[in-house]
């Protein structure tokens, strides 16, 4: 993923009810509250952990990593998924398939579809907003971790989402996001599903931050300095940890730094 994509990072919740599951050849389906389709799947045994890939991506960019394997090692039960409008889970060309925390809600179905009765989560760059909403709305996260996100996404109105938003429904004045739009061109990519996920990326008040107890391990590369500060986002919530690794966004979560940071914190 190129760096202009880091500025865009997004993620969203609310309960939701599985209907059935199906197999597949990779992973297995379960049905989201919607009758979305979603794709997981699950390695290793142990507490479970779940790994929030970014904007445009798949769960399958976790095992370009070293936190992925690590974390299967370690001894945790590690569930990746396809965000609905990305891989090979549905993707949605309506408002309502995005809106109101559809992307939370999935997540938290799937916890419930899976028996869950505590977990951690692990999201990065867009995964990181949606793991945000977790925070405040899953008494079931235990632990959580923001990797590659500043406090940017607070703001409903962050112009990088507006302008995200707008350029991939064919706006071409938008220029800041010139560079996101040519490798989104670039690839196979359902581009309104994208658009919409733009459009409907939650923000998460600083009202609701204050009031999360959790613990929270706030992560980022050296040189990434996209998508505001990780020093604001540290103050606003309570008790978070911040730590920086080697890197810039693209690269911080693949290194070893980065994945002994985190399977520390989950450990503690």
């Known amino acids: 993923m190129l760096k202009p994509l880091t500025l865009i990072a997004t993620l969203l919740l609310v309960l939701s009810v599985p209907v059935f599951a199906q197999t597949a050849a990779d992973g297995a389906y379960y049905t989201s509250f919607d009758s979305t389709k979603i794709y997981y799947e699950i390695s290793g045994n142990g507490y479970p952990v779940i790994l929030i890939h970014g904007f445009s991506g798949t769960s399958q960019g976790w095992k370009s990593g070293l936190l992925y394997n690590d974390l299967i090692t370690a001894g945790y039960k590690v569930i990746i998924l396809d965000q609905r409008g990305n891989g090979k889970s ?5 408002d309502a398939g995005y809106n109101n925390d559809a992307e939370a809600k999935d997540i938290m179905g799937l916890a419930t579809h899976l028996n869950l009765k505590s977990y951690d989560a692990v999201g ?133 730094e980065f994945s002994a940071a985190v399977t520390g914190f989950l450990k503690d």
Do not use: C
Not at 224 to 243: A, R
């Open 124 to 256: 990065y760059s867009r995964g990181s907003i949606i793991v945000s909403r977790l925070l405040v709305l899953d008494k079931r996260l235990h632990k959580a971790v923001m990797g590659g996100m500043g406090d940017a996404y607070i703001n409903p109105d962050w112009p990088r989402r507006v302008h995200a938003y707008k350029a991939l429904m064919g706006d071409t004045s938008q220029h800041d996001v010139d560079d996101m739009m040519k490798y989104i061109r670039s690839q196979p990519f359902d581009v309104l599903a994208l658009a919409y996920q733009q459009k409907w990326q939650p923000s998460t008040s600083k009202k609701e931050l204050a009031t999360v107890r959790k613990p929270v391990l706030i992560i980022r590369g050296s040189d990434d300095k996209e998508s505001g500060s990780e020093i604001g986002l540290n103050k606003l919530i309570p008790h978070s940890e911040l730590n920086y690794v080697p890197g810039n966004h693209n690269t911080a979560s693949k290194n070893a």
């Open 90 to 94: 549905d993707k949605p060309h309506t």
